[in-house]
């Protein structure tokens, strides 16, 4: 991973405009015409040394517990909005810039040192944010205020409602003996938590193979560092993700698909499956004592399903619904594998459907991946996304001068109004793999919009971190399809962020229900698989009259969904083990998490190996819990709000529902319910219909006999 390339190569100098650092305008061109509209255009100030960032943490936490002091100090009689609720926000959204940019330090500083003092920055804030939830006497400020009954606004009305839940979901009003052991589990969970991590970062699995065995995996597999262990010996790591899959995808032997399978879903198994069993116990006691029938009510609430039931019922739905699609694809892919083995009762187990899946794509689709990459070299393809966004949503991109980087790497843009040219915020850019950089394709918040105490508005500051293919000696970062949906995906994210007019940091962009958050940038992924979107900046960087043949397009299309059943099958699989798991529970009755989860996935999804027990790696357990049928309803919705541009004129380039989504879903974020701002852009109540359509699913149904139907289908 430790690669640095010169980042612009002659070729690609001339293809784009992108200009010589020496060339690049200063914020200072952009700070004037921000302060016209009232905006304050800033570079955040990151710290360039460990002292430093703890020394800010230790002032953050210092200037918040003196504001807290101050607050909850207030004569109760002389209590206002502004001097409880709104200070409350002002010194949570003072501290969560430090915290922001401390997270950003730690994720990607090429420094250690640095990136260790970033980690534990984050972690003192952390605490002390915590300890904010049991500030009784700052509670009984707001308290009173709220008592007044006094008529506000809706946006400070819903911070006052937010702050007040966010307390009480904290427990505060609990009788103190009860509010301590609240606090005492709590810390336990966390603690059951950082174990659960770990012992999944210390499990190995490495499996010696023969080169026969491997029959079907790629030649540059075998050339692979670490893979080749001697003459006829090589070693797979079920641990190491790209290995599992490719094993899983490529190897023509199920003898070696199901070993490594069994090893990968056996990982931390013996450590973590008692783990697992603590944690949900100390979750589900938590929930009862906090009133809650169950740990998934518990985060339901703050989410858009609201509660448990709601998301089951989601989840079962499309399961049901998937159902005629999942059944077609499973009876071709026993098809295949019944004249693969010669033998006709031949069942498809869990390690078998990706094998398959590939198999279909390579036979009946045919797209050669690698040679895609071609068409997207790196400067051409953000500067097409930075001019198809610039048109959709009316904004221009300028980079600017950063006046310190801790990559060379590292960019700065400031987002502006393309109209008036009021510039809105500013997003770092931060291309290509290193050391120490863990992030594959993330986006980070480092300043939330929000209104200063002074009425001036902080414009908001982004960074969108990849994982792109560096250049080579020869040729310019060329990207393949996938890494082009990231970029297109994360700069969502990013606009989300920067096109916020929320006047809370806490109810700006992205801060909305996490069953939300990835909607609006699962949408915008759409856009590249669309020709007219594609022909705008796709072409081949040897010789720019090359776009991309319109029949690949087509074959892409057709693949993109081919297998999409077995695909959600899969993910609703996760989703309603998930939520099982956070069910209602009887507290004395011990937890078995292993059997509740593998007897889900095998009556949702795929016969398992018994032995197995997948959830004791599954991640999304410890901190997106109850919460992975998050994934699959944020697609729905994303699959619903592109129709909107689907059926505009312009299509994925129209302006006016660029526009409309800018106004209703970006510039609100979470100052009003998130269910009003999506039936505001759809002009109708939400639908599920799309995204069962998108996945092929309604023109299942119509067809009286699905199975045969699908095989003559494509
Ligand atoms: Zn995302």
């Not at 019922?313 to 049901?320: F, K, P, Q, R």
Request: aromatic share 10%; with cysteine.
């Amino acid at each position: 991973m430790k690669r640095f390339g010169i980042l612009l190569s002659l070729l690609v100098a001339v293809l784009t405009c992108t200009l010589p650092a020496a060339q690049l305008s200063t914020i200072d061109n952009f700070q004037e015409a921000a302060a016209r509209t009232n905006r304050v255009l800033a570079i955040p100030d990151f710290e360039r040394t460990p002292d430093a960032l703890m020394s800010s943490v230790t002032d953050g936490i210092m200037r918040g517990n003196s504001a807290l002091d101050q607050i909850g100090s207030r004569n109760l009689d002389q209590v206002t909005f502004e001097n409880t609720v709104a200070a409350l926000e002002n010194l949570r959204a003072e501290s969560s810039i430090i915290a922001n940019r401390a997270a950003m330090i730690a994720e990607t500083h090429p420094d250690s040192l640095m990136r260790a003092a970033g980690e534990s920055a984050r972690k003192k804030l952390e605490e002390w944010t915590v300890s904010l939830d049991y500030r009784e006497d700052v509670f009984k400020a707001i308290k009173a205020f709220a008592s007044k009954k006094q008529r506000l606004s809706s946006e400070d009305a819903r911070l006052l409602a937010t702050t007040i839940r966010d307390f009480r979901r904290a427990g505060i009003e609990l009788p103190p003996n009860e509010r301590e052991q609240i606090e005492k589990l709590r810390s336990e969970l966390s603690k059951v938590g950082a174990e659960f991590e770990s012992n999944l970062l210390a499990a190995k699995a490495p499996l010696v193979f023969s080169k026969a065995e491997l029959d079907g995996m790629p030649e540059d597999f075998f050339s692979s560092p670490g893979i080749r262990i001697n003459n006829d010996r090589y070693q797979v790591l079920a641990d190491v993700i790209w290995q599992f899959n490719l094993v899983e995808d490529c190897a023509h032997n199920e003898a070696t698909r199901k070993r490594v399978y069994v090893a990968h879903d056996s990982l931390a198994k013996e450590k973590n499956v008692p783990l697992i069993n603590q944690m949900l116990e100390l979750r589900n006691q938590i929930a009862l004592k906090l009133g809650y029938k169950s740990w998934a009510d518990y985060q339901a609430e703050v989410r858009m399903a609201k509660t448990a039931a709601n998301a089951e019922a989601y989840i079962d739905n499309l399961v049901s619904g998937i159902q005629p699609k999942f059944e077609a694809e499973l009876n071709e892919f026993q098809k295949t594998k019944a004249a693969d083995t010669g033998d006709p009762s031949a069942k498809i187990n869990i390690w078998d459907w990706r094998y398959y899946t590939n198999q279909l794509n390579k036979q009946r689709f045919a797209v050669d991946k690698e040679a895609m990459r071609d068409f997207f070299p790196f400067e051409q393809t953000l500067d097409g996304m930075f001019s198809i966004f610039g048109r959709v949503f009316g904004l221009r991109f300028d980079q600017i001068e950063s006046p310190y980087k801790w990559a060379n790497d590292l960019r700065l843009y400031v987002v502006s109004n393309a109209g008036t040219g009021a510039p809105l915020g500013l997003v770092y850019l931060d291309l290509f793999p290193r050391e120490g950089k863990t992030v594959r394709g993330g986006e980070f918040e480092i300043v939330s919009g929000r209104v200063f105490p002074t009425n001036k508005y902080q414009a908001p500051v982004a960074a969108v971190v990849l994982d792109m293919p560096p250049p080579s000696r020869d040729k310019p970062s060329l990207l393949n399809h996938a890494d082009v949906e990231v970029l297109f995906h994360e700069f969502g994210h990013a606009l989300h962020c920067i096109l916020t007019r929320a006047k809370y940091s806490r109810l700006a962009g992205t801060h909305v229900p996490v069953d939300f958050v990835e909607a609006p940038s699962q949408m915008l992924q759409n856009w590249i698989w669309d020709k007219r979107v594609l022909d705008a900046f796709a072409a081949d960087y040897s010789d720019h009259s090359r776009k991309i043949p319109g029949d690949i397009i087509k074959k892409m299309n057709d693949a993109r969904f081919a297998t999409a059943g077995m695909f959600y099958r899969r993910q609703f699989a996760f989703a309603s083990a998930d939520l099982a798991l956070h069910g209602p529970h009887p507290t004395n009755e011990p937890y078995d998490c292993a059997a509740i989860s593998n007897r889900i996935f095998e009556h949702t999804f795929l016969p398992i190996d018994p032995g197995t027990s997948f959830i004791s790696s599954f991640r999304g357990l410890n901190g997106y819990d109850a919460g992975y049928y998050g994934y699959a309803w944020a697609d729905a919705i994303a699959a619903d709000m592109a129709t909107v541009f689907e059926k505009a004129k312009d299509g994925y380039l129209d302006k006016q529902a660029g526009m409309k989504l800018r106004h209703e879903i970006y510039e609100p974020g979470d100052s009003r319910d998130v269910n009003i701002s999506i039936e505001k852009f759809l002009g109708r109540k939400q639908s599920v219909q799309p995204f069962l359509k998108k996945i092929g699913v309604g023109a299942q149904k119509k067809n009286k006999a699905p199975v045969e139907s699908s095989q003559k289908a494509k």
